[in-house]
């Protein structure tokens, strides 16, 4: 897959089957859209084109939303792309700037003079340009004039995402992990650098990794312990992770995310782990003291053994 983020220097895309959207999480209703967008292309003996946005449009033009929670960031999202053979994906820096261009301005001066599309693959409820004013009508009624075909996502498929979309942000946000890899089809991760903490694991045997996570609008899935495997430079562990106030050592404790790496002895200081769920294996618990905590602690990593064989 050929990735772009300047815009100054796009190939000269030709043929092309083009579609446009954030795609959070790249779950089965957006797999379904690049599988056809791919049969597509091939079809026509063209290339398939995702057109996203970084930063969300929404961190842009809704700058007093501080609610906005990702399933996916934008290096995770190119990541999953990749697997699902696309061709090209085109990472559009947004701005206000952007979002003011006229819609047939959009259409003419971006759409059509910078991919050259064949065929523009579209939701029924797409909107672009200023004031969002830019539609799927306009798309049609300037496709003969521009030598492209609109292919419209249903409404159904559009409500289909939507719900999928929800869906797996409910079942992270309560911590059912099975349920959202399910709808999303693969794994959901994180990826954080590892950074110093209080050190309070190594006293008790399970030394942690204190992780960083990379983007702020991550969306951090319900406090509680999950089975994870680590990678760390292509390389895959076994983890216990804990998302936890630490309510058993701290009474006003921050958030925290630590994965303990089971038979694993390393300086990773300042390395960037990605931790991929897989299991959720119980509730964040307050212990009466730290000799009960570490008897769960063993629970949990053998249990976590037996899942990730």
Same mark, same amino acid.
């Given at each position: ?19 446009? #959207? ?12 690049i599988?056809?967008? *791919? ?7 063209g ?5 996203t ?6 961190l842009v033009?809704?700058?007093e ?7 996916s ?9 990749e697997?699902?053979?696309?061709? *090209?994906?085109?990472?559009i820096?947004? %701005?206000?700037?952007? @979002? ?5 301005d ?8 910078l991919f050259?599309? %064949? ?9 672009? #340009?200023?004031?969002?004013? #830019? ?8 496709? @003969? ?8 996502? %249903? ?8 719900v %999928?979309?929800?869906?797996?942000? *409910?079942?992270?946000s309560?911590?059912?992990i099975?349920?959202?890899?399910t709808?999303? @089809? ?13 050190k309070?694991?190594?006293?008790i045997?399970f030394?942690?990794? *204190? ?12 406090? #509680?312990?999950y @089975?994870v495997?680590?990678e760390l ?8 992770l ?23 002895d ?7 782990l ?23 602690i ?12």
């Amino acid at each position: 897959m050929n990735i772009y983020k300047d815009l100054e220097q796009l190939p000269n895309f030709k043929n092309t089957v083009l579609t446009i #959207g954030t795609y959070d999480g790249v779950h089965i209703g957006h797999q379904a859209i690049i599988h056809r967008m *791919n049969d597509l292309a091939k079809n026509i003996k063209g290339e398939s084109v995702v057109l996203t946005f970084d930063p969300h449009p929404r961190l842009v033009l809704q700058k007093e939303n501080k609610d906005l929670k990702l399933i996916s960031t934008i290096e995770e999202k190119t990541e999953l792309l990749e697997q699902f053979g696309l061709d *090209n994906l085109v990472i559009i820096p947004f %701005s206000t700037t952007f @979002a003011s261009m006229e819609a047939e301005d959009y259409v003419r001066n971006f759409l059509v003079k910078l991919f050259h599309p %064949s065929i523009i693959v579209i939701g029924y409820d797409h909107k672009f #340009g200023k004031e969002r004013k #830019g539609d799927i009508k306009l798309l049609k009624d300037l496709s @003969a004039k521009f030598n492209y075909t609109v292919e419209e996502i %249903s409404v159904q498929t559009i409500d289909e995402i939507s719900v %999928s979309s929800t869906k797996v942000r *409910n079942a992270l946000s309560k911590g059912n992990i099975e349920d959202a890899n399910t709808w999303l @089809a693969h794994p959901f991760t994180i990826y954080g650098e590892v950074i110093h903490g209080d050190k309070i694991g190594r006293t008790i045997g399970f030394p942690t990794a *204190n992780i960083q996570i990379n983007d702020p609008y991550k969306l951090i899935p319900a406090t #509680g312990v999950y @089975a994870v495997w680590v990678e760390l430079n292509g390389e895959k562990f076994k983890g216990a992770l804990s998302i936890s106030k630490r309510p058993t050592v701290r009474e006003d404790g921050d958030l925290r995310v630590e994965v303990y790496i089971i038979d694993f002895d390393r300086d990773i200081y300042g390395e960037n782990l990605k931790l991929i769920f897989q299991n959720f294996i119980r509730s964040d618990i307050r212990f009466d003291n730290i000799q009960d905590m570490v008897k769960q602690i063993h629970k949990d990593i053998d249990k976590i053994k037996n899942l990730l064989k």
